[in-house]
Every structure is written in structure tokens, then in C-alpha cells.
């Protein structure tokens, strides 16, 4: 008969393995039958490969970093609907392939919420990748340019969950924008893409420097989709105050409607 640790090691149960002497020790002072020991064991052996995997998908998906919705300051983002933001931590919209969009003026925690919602898919086992805007489109052309365009693009459509933060601080040219196009109409109805923008929808014409293919890519994106406009004050200049460090008046001028030479975001 093979000895237990040769079992364990061709069944490649390292967790089990490593754990076992004080799994056994436990089981004995607790006087566990063996049913209760066996599920203790495959417990502990499911854990340590849950948590393995976990942590290789959330260094795949290269967040720039972890936070989670429990770390999400709510009530100081009062236009946010509670059960909107828990409907979606329930991640219907990913095994749907549905999207999610996130408006608001910089600040607001809307890379916060696209994190947090990526880390939930990713802790659920699905493949997550996080991208700001202007690294997806610099990854696209490259790739055009290189003569692997295709490839990439069924690279970007494997994410179960794509998280593209930053929409709307760079505008794009023609082309960008068809490759941004080509991609999103590749992940329709079959991934779900997470978007966060400081622009409203009426904005997007400006920032795909083509109205016709801006509204082709609203209609990809919002036919299956959850919509969030956080219309608050942005948490930078809160934790700013709260160290006097910004008064009142300071916050006016950090406030591009104050500022003369600066165009206002509009709330759609």
C-alpha cells in the first residue's frame, strides 16, 4: 500500500499535505468521527487552492490596486443607489455578459467601485484584466502595427471581466477609436466590460472624434448594461480639508466650473 504522504503528493494535495499533523492534532482533541475529519481535510485542501488561484488571477488581472466594496465610503457618495451597487457585487452581469458604466468628475470613486467589482470576479474564479484607456489603445495600435492585431483582440476578448478606467482624458483619433470599435463589438454579449468616464454620453462624439462611431459603440455598450452617475464631491479634496490643508475657498478654485479657462463636466 503507498504511504499517505506519496497519496497526497500524486493527488497533488500540497494544502492537505502541509497541514495534515495539525488537522490530526485538532481531530483527536475534538474527538471528530471520520466523516467530520475527512471534510475538515478536503476543506482545508479546497481553501489552499482557492486562495492559490485567487491570487494568480488578481496578478494577471494587474490592478493598480486592491480595493473592495466593503472599504467604499457610501455615505459619502449619497446619489449612489445601495442596491444597484449590491445587485451588481452579485455579479448577475458578468455570467449574463452584461456591462457596467461608471460617470462622474475625477474623484468620485468611480476606480474604486470598478476595482472592487473586478476583485469580486475575481474571488468568484472568473479572469479578470484592467486597463486604463490610453494603455489599451497604445496596446492596439502597436499590435496593428506589428501585423498581430487579430491576436490581441482575441487576447482582450478572454477577460470575463475587462475593467477600462480613464475614458474621456484623452481624446482619440479616427483610427483608435475604429480599433476601440472592434474590440468592444467583440466582447458584445459575450464578456462583460467595466467603464469608468468623466464624460457624460453626450460627450463621447468629442471624444471619438466621430459622432457615427461613438453612438455605434453606446449602442454595444448600454444594450446590456447598469449605468451609474455619481454626482459628489471628490474624496481627494475631502481627505485634503479634513487635514487643513483646503479651505473652502481653495476647493472653489480646484473646481474646474470655477475655473474660467477650463470647460465644466457635464452630469448626464
Known amino acids: 500500500m503507498m504511504a499517505l504522504d506519496q497519496l497526497l503528493n500524486r493527488l497533488k494535495m500540497e494544502h492537505l499535505q502541509a497541514s495534515l499533523d495539525s488537522l490530526c492534532e485538532h481531530a483527536s482533541k475534538q474527538d471528530l468521527n471520520y466523516r467530520e475529519f475527512l471534510e475538515q481535510a478536503l476543506a482545508q485542501e479546497w481553501g489552499g487552492r482557492h486562495q492559490k488561484g485567487l491570487e494568480s488571477r488578481l496578478k494577471q488581472a494587474r490592478l493598480p490596486w486592491i480595493k473592495t466594496l466593503e472599504q467604499f465610503d457610501f455615505s459619502f457618495q449619497p446619489s449612489i443607489d445601495h442596491k444597484i451597487v449590491r445587485d451588481l457585487a452579485g455579479l448577475g452581469f458578468v455570467e449574463r455578459g452584461e456591462n457596467v458604466v461608471l460617470l462622474g468628475p475625477p474623484g468620485v470613486g468611480k476606480t474604486h467601485l470598478a476595482v472592487a467589482l473586478a476583485v469580486k470576479a475575481a474571488e468568484a474564479g472568473h479572469r479578470v484584466l484592467f486597463m486604463t484607456l490610453d494603455r489599451l489603445v497604445s496596446t492596439l495600435m502597436r499590435s496593428r502595427q506589428e501585423n498581430r492585431l487579430d491576436r490581441q483582440l482575441q487576447q482582450l476578448t478572454y477577460p470575463k471581466v475587462l475593467v477600462l478606467d480613464e475614458m474621456g482624458y484623452l481624446p482619440m483619433t479616427r483610427e483608435e477609436a475604429s480599433l476601440f470599435f472592434r474590440l468592444i463589438n467583440r466582447r458584445y454579449e459575450r464578456a462583460s ?10 460627450d463621447w462624439g468629442e471624444i ?21 452617475n455619481i454626482k459628489g464631491e471628490s474624496y481627494r479634496l475631502k481627505d485634503k480639508r479634513r487635514a487643513g490643508l483646503v479651505t473652502t475657498q481653495a476647493k472653489k478654485e480646484d473646481d474646474p466650473s470655477h475655473d474660467p479657462e477650463s470647460v465644466p463636466i457635464k452630469e448626464h
Open 193 to 202: 466590460t467595466i467603464l469608468t468616464s468623466n464624460k457624460s454620453f453626450m
Open 208 to 228: 471619438f472624434g466621430d459622432q457615427v462611431i461613438a453612438t455605434a459603440i453606446l449602442d454595444r455598450l448600454l444594450h446590456h448594461s447598469t449605468t451609474l
